[in-house]
Every structure is written in C-alpha cells, then in structure tokens.
DNA sequence: AGTGTTGTGACACAGTTGTGCTAGAAAAGT
DNA sequence: ACTTTTCTAGCACAACTGTGTCACAACACT
C-alpha cells in the first residue's frame, strides 16, 4: 500500500486556508487556486481531498461551526459556579471580541449570506441556526433557576426568551464587525449581561 | 443637444436588475455582464452610466438603504396614535415580513458581508448602521412617554436601551432568512412587541 | 438640413475561473 | 527489488470576468 496522508487533518488546513483568503481579501476571492496557494499545497492536491469547489466551501463552512460548537460545548461542561456568571462566559464565545473570533465571525457571516445560492451551505446554516437556539434553551433554563422540565430538550415554555436571546446574541454579534473599538465590546457586554440579569428575574 | 436619458432613472433600474440577480443565483452571480442582462441592456449601456463594477455595487448598496430609508421615514411621520402601536408599525419596516423585503434583506446581507473586502461598500455599511441607530433612539425616547432631551440626537442617556433595540432587530431579521414561515413571522413579531412593552416600563 | 453631443452595441484582450486528464513521485506492502 | 496504490503537480480547455476602444445610431439644437 502506498503513502497515506491524514486526509481529515489535511482538509482542515485547507479549509482553514479559505478562511484566511475570506478574511484578507473578501469571499469574492475564494478560488480552487486562490485556497491552494495560501494552504501552500498545488491545486491538484486540494482537488485529490476536495474533487469539487462546491466541497471546499461546505465543508469549510462546516468546520467553523463544528470548531464554535466545541469551544462552547468545553465552556458549558465547566463546572458551573454562579448560573448568570457561567452563562455570560458561555455567550462570550459567539461574539467576536478576539481577532481571532473576529475574523471567523466575518467567513461566517459571509458564508451564510451565500445560503440562498448553495443548498449545500444552507443545510449547515440550519444546523448551526438549531444548534444554537438549543444553547440559548439550555442558558435560559439554567439562568431560570429552572428545574422545570429538566432534560426535555423539546421546545418548551420557555421559547419565546430564547428565540429573544438568540435573536439578540446575533444582533450584537453582526454589530461587532460593523462596530469596532473596545468602547463598543464593553457596551456590548453590558447589554448582554442585563440581558442576562433580566431573565434571572 | 443630442438624445438625453433619464439617468438617474436608469441607474436604479439597473441597480434593481442587480438585486434581482443576487437574489436568485447568489451574489456571486453578480458580474458587469448577468446585470446588464437582467436589466434588458447591453453592457456598453450599462458602462456608460456605471463605468466600472465597483460604482455599480457601491450605488445599488446605497440605493437599497436608501429605498428602506425613505420607506421608514414615511411611516414614522404618520400621525401619531399610540406611541407603543406606533413603534412597532415602524420598525416592522425594518423585518422581512414579506416576500419583497425578504429578498431585499438577503441582498443587504450580502452586501454587508461584503463590506470588509470593498472600502466602497463599508462607508454605505456604516452610514445605514447610524442611521438605524438613530431610528432605535428615536423610537426608545418616544415609547418612554420621554420629554427628556427633547432633541438632542446625540447618544443621550438612553443609549443601552437603543443599542439593544437596534441588535435585537437585526437579530430579529437575520433569523427571519433562515427561519421562513408564518410561524417564524408571528413569534417574532410577539419578541418585539414585548421589547417595546417592555421599553414603556 | 445640418451638426455636434450622447447613448449604444460590439469587439478585443488579458486575466481568472472550475475542472478533466495524465504522467510521474512516493511509499507501504510483498 | 518489485509492485501497487495513493498522492502530487502540471497542462489544457472552455467559459467567464472587467475593462479599453471605437464605429455607429439617435436625437436636440441652430
């Protein structure tokens, strides 16, 4: 048998690659080459893990997802000291207050605003769209003091807060690419946290 | 004095023609060529009122905030019954409630997500997130009953509370792309009238 | 009717795009 | 050492991109 490379590793790096591409020059300017030449791999390589274009964008767009999920799985699975205070440290994790969070928020943005064109990208965006409406279920009920329904992930009662809370985290998310400086990150926080306190009660 | 057009007229049918092609196959369908084809004419046309691609995308962004602009402006002047009712009459404007605005959010959207590759683009971005924002202080100051600072738009005391509204509308709209159907439509509208309620304390 | 400006449409050109194809390099098995 | 399969790298092609150029049609004026 012949050389194996880590392909899952290898279409990380590549998707990682588009991500920077996205985020210097715009989506505009992601291309098979484009992706090749800042992954540093020859465009026959990226073709060998990703036969198609439309493959690199969705699992890209995939991957950044999954890489948000985890980060804020790891956050809410700490051990939880005061409810309203652990629920502010998860949310942080979905506002881009990092350079780093920044630039993923703004290929997130930008893959998401190409929805409507690519089916493919549009079944990630449901699934994130979900996933994070469940998180928001999950923040509110703990907030709530809330041993009401304890595990029915079902939509419960308290929805309507947490379409309000998602509603809002993605608001001031969109507002942080448009808005930046640190005077709009503290605001930000201050929304977010009497956003939180309120629902305390 | 030879044959003249109206042309401001046809820059906006053009720019029209743009939206209509971001809106079916995606913004990255949107080239000097499909546009002039959308709008019935010929590219040399198009040039000679927008001579090069980054006019045509600058103008058809500043068109679109400004169409939403006006539309907002209108309702807001209406003779003022209840302010509450008022409120939430207005900013309805501002979500894609209907099929016609919902293709216009998906191009302002796309746009948006554009805006860090295009200096262009950016200026427009940042013009109708002002404005938008001054729209929320106005409607916060008058939902409050609010004699206080009668006419000092700049950013009074009750900013927190125009920031929040601001997110929690384009928050509100963002999921409305993702999350089509009547029901999406009413529980939205039920977040934000709870918001304005609210407001009123 | 003539004239000069404005709008139109076509062509060309250089660059980029996605993808098909193929020849060779690399390495794990025998 | 040989074979076999994966991987790499490049070429080629047709389609598309934005833009420069230019001849011509259309029309409001004198």
Redesign the pocket.
Same mark, same amino acid.
């Given at each position: 048998?012949?050389?194996?490379?880590d392909?899952a590793a290898r279409r990380e790096e590549i998707a990682e690659a588009l991500w920077a591409v996205a985020r210097d020059r715009g989506v505009s300017?992601v291309?098979?080459?484009?992706v090749a030449e800042e992954a540093g791999?020859? /465009?026959?390589?990226l +073709?060998? /893990?990703f036969?198609? +274009?439309?493959e690199l964008i969705q699992f890209s767009a995939e991957l950044m997802t999954r890489r948000v999920e985890e980060r804020i799985k790891a956050e809410a699975s700490r051990p939880g000291d005061e409810p309203a205070e652990s629920a502010l440290r998860v949310l942080r994790h979905l506002l881009p207050l990092t350079e780093e969070s920044r630039a993923e928020m703004e290929v997130n943005l930008a893959l998401f605003a190409e929805a409507p064109a690519n089916p493919g990208i549009r079944t990630v965006r449901d699934a994130a769209y979900r996933d994070l409406r469940e998180v928001c279920r999950l923040v509110v009920r703990r907030v709530r003091g809330c041993t009401s329904a304890a595990f029915g992930d079902g939509p419960g009662e308290d929805e309507p807060e947490a379409r309000r809370l998602h509603a809002l985290l993605d608001g001031l998310a969109l507002h942080l690419l448009a808005d930046d400086g640190e005077r709009a990150d503290a605001e930000v926080l201050r929304v977010l946290r009497a956003e939180i306190e309120a629902l305390a009660d």
């Open positions: 048998m012949p050389k194996t490379i392909t300017a291309s098979v080459r484009s791999v020859a /465009v026959g390589s +073709r060998h /893990v036969p198609t +274009r439309a």
